[in-house]
């Protein structure tokens, strides 16, 4: 027979009662989540199975719910489960990069440091910015994570970045997060090198928008600023779009067919001095957005993302009085 999960019950939940759970608690809610098993969940906890179901029933006890559904080969979070396994999988999260950071600074290192940031003229300000940092403080742990916007937006609430140098992909973004601008980025409108459009002096957007594309995902900056330059003028694309947010897979498209592709014009530079792909000549806007250091609001950042900051603050001023 399946059990299905209790009602809700209209009594709130205290404090008090959360603070009752412990780390124990969130390692075996952790791994039920990943297991939906007690017994597997009992092995990995080195427990036994009658213990691993008598703390499945404190830890609801505790919250007074049901958290899962208990099931003939095994175990379904319901809706309060899945938002208990959401909160136990962060409480560890947070906990193991406490951990880390503090053991690496107990050791005499400088902490950990996560930033998401888009590519283009970002890659160029990012790598500056990295290799100035790494002079300052060598023992910095460091990842880079390069993804569109619309995705670093996402992981920096949900705080698997500390940072992230891009845009704002929807206004309502503001009440959350706090923007500084950084720098504008041009735009150019690339091929391969043996594509017939090659050496055309600035051709048309009818005849430009006969030729197949390669845009940005729908959700991203740069694929706004081309849906509009078409739709302001009433054209369609008509020859084929392929979307990807992968410069290297447009790269490889554009030397293997007669695509078309906007790219952030620091991007594409040192391919086209390499003779590996080609500009094309067209009647688009040579620039996009800006693009800035994006943090959430309210909190304070960390001794190695506000040196992260500094520098790259220092080198944007830098950049824009030399431009």
């Not at 609801?60 to 489960?81: A, V």
């Not at 998401?116 to 002079?135: D, K």
Request: proline letters at 5%; glycine letters at 6%; aromatic letters at 6%.
């Amino acid at each position: 027979m399946v059990m299905t999960s209790d009602p809700p019950a209209g009594k709130p939940l205290a404090l008090a009662q959360v603070s009752r759970l412990r780390f124990r608690h969130l390692q075996f809610l952790d791994i039920l989540g990943k297991t939906r098993n007690l017994r597997l969940t009992a092995e990995q906890m080195h427990m036994t199975q009658p213990a691993a179901t008598k703390v499945l029933m404190d830890i609801e006890d505790m919250l007074e719910s049901r958290l899962f559904d208990r099931l003939p080969r095994g175990m379904r979070p319901n809706e309060l489960g899945l938002f208990t396994l959401r909160y136990a999988h962060a409480a560890l999260d947070g906990h193991r990069k406490f951990v880390d950071e503090f053991s690496t600074l107990k050791q005499g290192g400088h902490g950990h440091l996560t930033v998401g940031a888009i590519s283009g003229s970002a890659a160029h300000l990012l790598t500056a910015a990295v290799a100035e940092l790494q002079r300052l403080r060598p023992l910095l742990v460091l990842k880079v994570l390069e993804q569109s916007s619309d995705q670093l937006i996402v992981w920096l609430a949900e705080r698997k970045i500390d940072l992230m140098i891009g845009r704002y992909t929807d206004e309502s973004q503001r009440d959350q997060f706090h923007y500084e601008r950084l720098a504008g980025e041009r735009l150019q409108i690339t091929a391969g090198t043996h594509h017939p459009l090659r050496g055309v002096q600035a051709p048309s957007l009818t005849e430009l928008s006969n030729w197949p594309w390669i845009l940005y995902p729908t959700t991203t900056a740069l694929r706004k600023v081309s849906d509009d330059i078409f739709s302001r003028t009433g054209l369609a694309l008509t020859s084929g779009i392929v979307e990807t947010p992968s410069f290297l897979f447009a790269l490889e498209l554009m030397q293997s067919t007669h695509m078309l592709s906007l790219q952030p014009a620091a991007l594409v530079d040192k391919y086209v001095r390499r003779g590996l792909l080609t500009r094309i000549a067209g009647e688009l806007p040579d620039r996009m957005p800006d693009y800035g250091l994006i943090t959430l609001q309210g909190e304070p950042p960390s001794t190695a993302a506000q040196a992260f900051i500094d520098v790259i603050r220092q080198l944007a001023n830098r950049q824009a009085a030399t431009a």
